[in-house]
T-cell receptor, first 111, second 117 residues
Framework: AQSVSQHNHHVILSEAASLELGCNYS??????LFWYVQYPGQHLQLLLK????DPLVKGIKGFEAEFIKSKFSFNLRKPSVQWSDTAEYFC?????????WGAGTKLIIKP | DGGITQSPKYLFRKEGQNVTLSCEQN?????MYWYRQDPGQGLRLIYY???????QKGDIAEGYSVSREKKESFPLTVTSAQKNPTAFYLC????????????????FGQGTRLTVV
């Protein structure tokens, strides 16, 4: 069965630190990839997406992600995090009508 | 404003009761989804619907039922058969997209937190 793995369930960083959240998927065919963010008390919203083309995609709030097909990975990065980035982050893979979700990573930024 | 509306935001249910969670969208999206979110488990698919009057079971459909009589609406009923219904429930919708749904993002409602008392 297809699956999505997010390696870190909890990450704690200080402000201005660099961030990388891992995401690996298990499907070998064409995939479309997403990162969603859920800020405390808010609904899930799209951070960025990859469909085709440049494997380095930029999203909102300074986030970016790199699709590496050979590694089945779509890691999320941000060079310098802020306290307001405290949230839960989810990686997802679209397989036709279904979205397969990772378990999420809770990110806490210490001021 | 276009979006997805879930109601109620908080719901308390007694043991043995059925409850229905509402999900309405005015985005003209074809596909709608119900997920259950538990800490450390991500989003687990309960049911999804690609078109009106059609829906499919997801990974954890037991104890739940849905209907899709209108494109805009996809209510979820949590029945008394659901052994552990206390959770956060999320509704989402997506456009069909040109490649069978691959290249469209999902939009989410704000969720309903269900607690069994």
């Amino acid at each position: 069965a297809q699956s999505v793995s997010q390696h870190n369930h909890h990450v704690i960083l200080s402000e201005a630190a660099s961030l990388e959240l891992g995401c690996n998927y298990s499907y070998g065919g064409t995939v479309n990839l997403f990162w969603y963010v859920q800020y405390p008390g808010q609904h899930l919203q799209l951070l960025l997406k990859y469909f085709s083309g440049d494997p380095l995609v930029k999203g909102i709030k300074g986030f970016e992600a790199e699709f590496i097909k050979s590694k089945f990975s779509f890691n999320l990065r941000k060079p310098s995090v802020q306290w307001s980035d405290t949230a839960e982050y989810f990686c997802a893979v679209a397989l036709t009508y279904q979205l397969i979700w990772g378990a999420g990573t809770k990110l806490i930024i210490k001021p | 404003d276009g979006g997805i509306t879930q109601s109620p935001k908080y719901l308390f249910r007694k043991e043995g009761q059925n409850v229905t969670l509402s999900c309405e969208q005015n985005l003209n999206h074809d596909a709608m989804y119900w997920y259950r979110q538990d800490p450390g488990q991500g989003l687990r698919l309960i049911y999804y619907s690609q078109i009106v009057n059609d829906f499919q079971k997801g990974d954890i459909a037991e104890g739940y039922s849905v209907s899709r009589e209108k494109k805009e609406s996809f209510p979820l009923t949590v029945t008394s058969a659901q052994k552990n219904p206390t959770a956060f429930y999320l509704c989402a919708s997506r456009l069909k997209g040109g490649t069978g749904g691959l290249n469209t993002e999902a939009f989410f409602g704000q969720g309903t937190r269900l607690t069994v008392v």
